[in-house]
């Protein structure tokens, strides 16, 4: 603050003045670039291309790419805004190790040494598989690659897993199960050629925004929205189910029955391709109308229309989402809508699709080349022929290959806190926020004796609990691929430099083989990200998420590519799987796979009589390391809320905008805001999970989809009474650790409330 | 983009289709990243609807920047005519250059729209993307929206006065204060009946103003007692005037030092008599000027006991008095209910009322009874004002009014009882007790001080605290109309 300012003399009119980019045109000076640098957002699996505006070494602005076939120039609040991600305050900088207790700064060198030597001690003394691993979906596709083989080849411990088993692991399952292999088959552009568009417990308008402009190219469709709640999705469909939570696979089996019933099977295509028919007509006899409305607690005449809306499509896109997929049914209720497809004939045509929208920007990517829940190019661990193939072609003995997939994430942080795993890696997520009932987690964090984490941000929540932090680069200063929701691979590309001496994980991963000495043998002359995107296109040569005929420089021409591209395929086309009706099961047809619907675990009861549902928000990403640092979504959304119907507020007495706790019976979030709503029903409750100072998962449940391990994150029973307490930094133990900025401004909000008591 | 230019008779409007916005927000954080602003100040803004009964409940959006007004209240309020209505396109356009910071204009306009910016100084607004459309580009927050929600229309002057005038826009829109947005908003079929911002039983405090509470209380006092002395002058009076104007001189001088503080570019004071013609706030500033030289003579005058100058004390009381009249009027906005009642200009002067016979009577200046007398006849019509402004809220169907006696009832409710009490004991009690200690009889020209004048002074000190803390409760206690804003407090408090 000067004088001239104080006076009026100086309106930092420089700062505020404008200028003509020549292609973005009239716009705020400061947003012109020098060079606009092509990339695909990194939020999520939508998959919308977009340029960085540079200038003078820093990322200025973003702009949508208008020939981009994904988003052709939109972009949702967040992907608006990505730039400001990258400048962040709290930017991981420096390798740090925990010494006495101080997280001090040293050298890479010795960063990579140390962790070599603490994981390989681990090793030595608890056995391979003491050390564990937790990735991602938000690293490119080439880094998945090389930390599987790192992992599975090289740490040689198969407790591998991703955050995506938080996310999308049911799908993933799902589809395995039902066609023999992960891959969702349909494009966005069936959206827009659909006449009857089914979405299930996806809030697109909230989560993948730029796909609601698909729907509007298509105004002839149904639109049909299943949820719960009246979410901004609901009010776009021309019908909505406001089904009883989680009675999706009722619902679903519901539609069965009465398609079968009445004989609007496509009864050829089941024949071709399908098995299992006979089954699946008896295990879905009990799903009669009657039955499924006292489930869902829909009206009979609703499920009957549904039904016939579907039934009578010529093309039915089926979406879902975290609704689904967050349940331990949740690998069911997937099998239940590929059963309802395919009895339909519904998969493999033009709008015709059983489609999973995907959650992170590339969690696509490590689910086709990362070592997890399967081999790469999605090979089968338990198929001697795929681990042979892979063998050769890694020209690695094939004993090397692991026969077995290793612990799924809930099961290693189990194996933790049992100390069977000691050593932890953990790369480019936030279980601290993300994890359900985190306690647990908390717990096993601390019993670790060596926890690394690797990630663009320090400190996070789980940061902080590191004994090793690797600084890494993220999205707009590191080069790959990324695979979207449609199985479109586009190019990620470098903008600017890392902070500091942040690397990107692709070095970082290089950097640790050669300490473990492993470097020649399974990254022989790699340096670069296309060193791996060579090798991984050969390897996925003739499997169905085939690279084989993509380069860099086709990919970036095209706007990205869909697999599967083998050499010689047409850039131009819309690619979709199973057009021809083979499935990549052994005899090549695709499996009807009875299903049971249960009430979800953890029933309400007179102590917890409401039913939460969390979710996101459309300004924010996830646990929010990266739209916190964003002023503009913390402007827009700056903490969390509780949705409640009047009826209940009326009998808690709660008035709109009193402080309340959401308790269940393992924890409590404390002091948030409660929004009295008709768009959620009596008996529901609703948080964000985002938020790591009111964090949902502070009340969530264990429970695992016995197939996926994916957590059934929603439907906690819990009861919310008024804020006993204004939270303070002292007071307020068991939350997660925050950064000061937030405790700043928390704070400052409670001393505000106090003083309009 | 329409695809013309604006004709005769024309101008360019927004049309906000809320039957396609989702609620994303890409035009607020777009309109942000086109004009570099930081993320407090938004131009464009997207507020909540709702209305229904679960499940056939329903959540509407609405994304408004500015209405470009045919009659903008912005530019009419403006003292330094930084606004100007674009004769081609009918965009209001803000001059940073201009403008002082007064931010009058975000008192002005019904709907929010200009927003201050305290690292500038200045204030600023949404211009429809002037450069942009200049260079046949849509405006960012066209550009940016996903569903096509917002888009740039040719408007019809004539018609669309006559249709928009009085009507009712959209819910979460103001009601038309005679500024005729042009803004077309396209409602979803079936809205249900209720539909409302959802945030309407929700106020927060609103910024008190230090430096204008100040100034108008002190300038208040300080006319206050130049025509309590100017009417004592008139009646023959004279022991005590010159020392008593000249302290409510210095006080009135200080206030309007105070007011320059209000000032984002105090710098540029003087700007602000520009435009007398149209502006409250700069007849304001120009009769306290006037006041204040008057005003100075006029002591000199009294402090060297001349001749005459009676003639003097009236222009000073005359100006002074269009001053307080000028500073009621400014308050006196469409887009502030609590403040847009006569009662604020009863108020003002009665400040002055109560304020200028305690001065007189402290600077021993006529008589104690008389002066008390008058103090607490003002003081009691003080207190009526008052008890009528807080029913007439509490009885009020608009929301803002409402919202000010909750604001008053609960969060303010010990400030405003403090208030009740200073105003009684300062502007009443100790008056008449001072009436009533006081020797019988009309002698103007008192002697040596008394315990009636230490009564006055311990007066004067409760009524200035109880017209201050009056005053601050006036700002603070205000509910602005607003656009359907965001739900959650920490989202709007931030506004």
């Not at chain 2, 409940?57 to 209505?85: I, Q």
Request: hydrophobic share 40%; charged share 20%.
């Amino acid at each position: 603050m000067t004088l001239r300012h104080l006076l009026g003399l100086d309106t930092r009119a420089d700062r505020y003045a404008y200028g003509t980019d020549p292609t973005s045109g009239y716009v705020s000076a400061q947003k012109i670039p020098d060079r606009w640098v092509a990339t695909t957002c990194g939020y999520c699996s939508v998959g919308c291309g977009m340029f960085i505006g540079v200038k003078d070494g820093r990322a200025v602005s973003v702009r949508g790419n208008p020939d981009h076939p994904v988003n052709r120039g939109l972009l949702c609040p967040k992907g608006l805004a990505e730039h400001h991600t990258i400048a962040a305050g709290n930017r991981a900088r420096y390798p740090l190790l925990r010494w006495n207790g101080v997280m001090t700064r040293v050298a890479w060198d010795e960063a990579i040494a140390t962790m070599a030597v603490r994981f390989r001690d681990v090793q030595e003394r608890f056995g391979r598989g003491a050390v564990g691993v937790i990735s991602t979906g938000q690293l490119v596709t080439e880094e998945f690659y090389a930390l599987g083989k790192l992992v599975q080849l090289g740490l040689g411990t198969p407790n591998y897993d991703g955050n995506t088993t938080l996310c999308m692991a049911t799908a993933v399952a799902g589809y395995k199960r039902s066609f023999g292999s992960d891959g969702p088959p349909g494009a966005y552009e069936d959206m827009e050629q659909a006449d009857v568009v089914l979405l299930i417990g996806a809030n697109i308008a909230e989560n993948h925004p730029i796909l609601c402009s698909r729907l509007r190219a298509n105004p002839g469709a149904t639109v049909i929205v299943v949820d719960p709640r009246v979410t901004k999705t609901a009010i776009l469909a021309d019908l909505h189910l406001p089904i009883r939570p989680r009675s999706d696979l009722a619902l679903v089996n519901g539609l069965i029955h009465l398609v079968i019933e009445h004989d609007l099977v496509d009864r050829d295509y089941i024949a071709r391709h399908a098995t299992g028919f006979e089954a699946l007509r008896d295990s879905v006899r009990e799903y009669t109308p009657g039955r499924v409305a006292q489930i869902t607690g829909l009206d009979p005449e609703l499920i009957y229309r549904t039904a016939a809306i579907y039934a009578g499509a010529r093309a039915a896109f089926v979406g879902w989402t975290m609704g689904v997929n967050h349940s331990t049914k949740g690998t069911e209720t997937v099998n239940a809508i590929n059963n309802l497809a395919l009895i339909t004939g519904n998969i493999g045509r033009a709008g015709a699709a059983p489609f999973s929208i995907t959650g992170q920007c590339n969690a696509m990517g490590t689910r086709e080349a990362g070592f997890t829940s399967s081999l790469p190019g999605y090979r089968k661990f338990e198929r001697a022929a795929d681990r042979a193939e892979l063998a050769r072609l890694w020209n690695v003995p094939e004993e090397r290959i692991p026969t077995a997939r290793g612990l799924a994430y809930p099961d290693i942080i189990e194996a933790v806190l049992e100390r069977r795993i000691r050593a932890l890696w953990i790369i480019a997520t936030n279980p601290v926020v993300s994890f359900p009932n985190l306690g647990v987690l908390q717990q096993a964090l601390e019993s670790l004796e060596f926890l690394v984490v690797q990630d663009g941000y320090h400190p996070t929540p789980t940061s902080e609990h590191a004994h090793l932090m690797l600084p890494a680069a993220i999205w707009g200063e590191k080069e790959g691929t990324y695979t979207n929701s449609e199985r479109r691979v586009s190019k990620v590309n470098r903008a600017v430099a890392p902070p500091g001496e942040a690397r990107a994980d692709f070095d970082i991963f290089l950097q640790l083989a050669e300490a473990l000495g492993v470097r020649d043998e399974l990254f022989p002359g790699w340096r670069r990200p296309a060193d791996a995107f060579g090798e991984w296109a050969r390897v996925s040569a003739g499997r169905l998420c085939d690279y084989s005929g993509m380069t860099y420089e086709a990919i970036e021409r095209y706007g990205g590519l869909q697999w599967p591209f083998p050499a010689g395929a047409d850039p131009g086309e819309t690619r979709r799987l199973y057009g021809n009706g083979r499935f990549q099961t052994e005899d090549g047809r695709a499996r009807l796979i009875p299903t049971t619907w249960e009430p979800f675990p953890e029933p309400p009861t007179p102590e917890f009589p409401l039913v939460l549902n969390t979710g996101r928000t459309v300004e924010h990403w996830h646990t929010r390391t990266k739209t916190a640092n964003v002023p503009i979504l913390e402007r827009l959304s700056p903490a969390a809320w509780v949705e409640m119907n009047p009826r209940d507020a009326r009998q808690l007495r709660l008035k709109p905008q009193d402080r309340v706790d959401v308790v269940s019976r393992r924890g409590r979030v404390r002091n948030v805001e409660l929004r009295i709503t008709e768009t959620i029903a009596p008996g529901q409750v609703f948080v964000p999970f985002h938020f790591a100072e009111t964090n949902a998962n502070q009340v969530t449940q264990s429970a695992f989809d016995p197939i996926s391990r994916e957590p059934n994150y929603k439907q906690s029973a819990v009861r919310v009474e008024r804020a006993t307490h204004t939270p303070t930094k002292h007071r307020d133990s068991e939350a997660p650790r925050r950064n000061s900025k937030t405790l700043s401004r928390w704070l400052g909000g409670s001393v505000f409330r106090g003083g309009r008591r | 983009m329409p695809g013309r230019a604006p004709g005769a008779g024309e101008q360019y409007r927004f049309h906000f289709d809320m039957r396609k916005c989702i609620g994303c927000k890409c035009c607020v954080v777009a309109c942000n990243e086109q004009n570099g602003n930081p993320a407090a100040i938004n131009w464009r803004r997207v507020g909540e609807i709702e209305g229904g009964f679960f499940p056939d409940a329903t959540r509407a959006f609405l994304s408004m920047g500015c209405n470009h007004c045919l009659e903008p209240t912005c530019l009419s309020g403006c003292p330094v005519d930084a606004y100007s209505k674009d004769p081609v396109t009918g965009i209001v356009r803000h001059s940073a250059d201009a403008c002082i910071g007064c931010q009058y204009c975000t008192w002005n306009c019904s709907y929010g729209v200009p927003q201050y910016n305290p690292e500038r100084g200045v204030v600023g607004k949404c211009d429809m993307c002037h450069g942009r459309l200049t260079l046949g580009q849509a405006p960012a927050c066209v550009a940016a929206c996903p569903e096509g929600a917002i888009e740039i229309e040719v408007v019809a002057i004539a018609g669309w006065r006559a249709a928009a005038e009085g009507a009712v826009v959209a819910p979460g829109v103001p009601v038309a204060d005679g500024s005729v947005s042009t803004t077309r908003i396209t409602l979803p079929e079936g809205l249900p009946p209720d539909a409302r911002p959802p945030d309407l039983t929700h106020v927060s405090p609103a910024h008190p103003h230090w430096s204008l509470i100040l100034m108008t209380v002190l300038t208040q006092l300080s006319v206050g007692a130049f025509v309590t002395i100017w009417l004592l002058h008139l009646l023959g009076a004279s022991s005590g005037l010159g020392a008593g104007a000249l302290v409510s001189l210095l006080v009135g001088g200080l206030a309007l030092a105070a007011a320059t503080f209000h000032l984002g570019r105090p710098v540029y004071a003087y700007r602000a008599f520009r435009m007398w013609r149209r502006s409250w706030l700069s007849r304001e500033a120009l009769l306290f000027a006037c006041f204040s030289g008057v005003s100075a003579l006029y002591a000199a005058w009294l402090w060297w006991q001349l001749p005459g100058g009676a003639a003097l004390g009236a222009v000073t009381a005359a100006l002074g008095l269009g001053g307080v009249t000028a500073s009621a009027c400014i308050y006196r906005v469409p887009s502030r209910p609590a403040w847009n009642t006569p009662a604020t200009l009863v108020q003002f002067h009665l400040t002055a009322g109560i304020l200028g016979p305690l001065v007189a009577a402290v600077a021993g200046a006529g008589s104690v009874r008389w002066l008390g007398l008058t103090a607490a006849v003002m003081g009691g019509s003080q207190l009526l004002a008052l008890a009528v402004l807080f029913l007439r809220c509490i009885a009020a169907d608009r929301p803002e009014l409402r919202g000010t006696a909750r604001l008053l009832s609960t969060v303010f409710a010990r400030r405003l009882l403090a208030r009740g009490v200073l105003l009684v004991l300062g502007a009443l009690v100790l008056p008449l007790v001072g009436v009533a200690s006081a020797p019988v009889g009309a002698n103007l020209n008192v002697g040596p001080y008394t315990a009636e004048h230490a009564l006055c002074a311990a007066a004067l000190l409760l009524a200035i605290s109880g017209e201050i803390l009056g005053r601050y409760l006036f700002f603070v206690s205000v509910v602005p109309t607003h656009l359907a804003a965001p739900y959650l407090a920490a989202a709007r408090e931030a506004a």
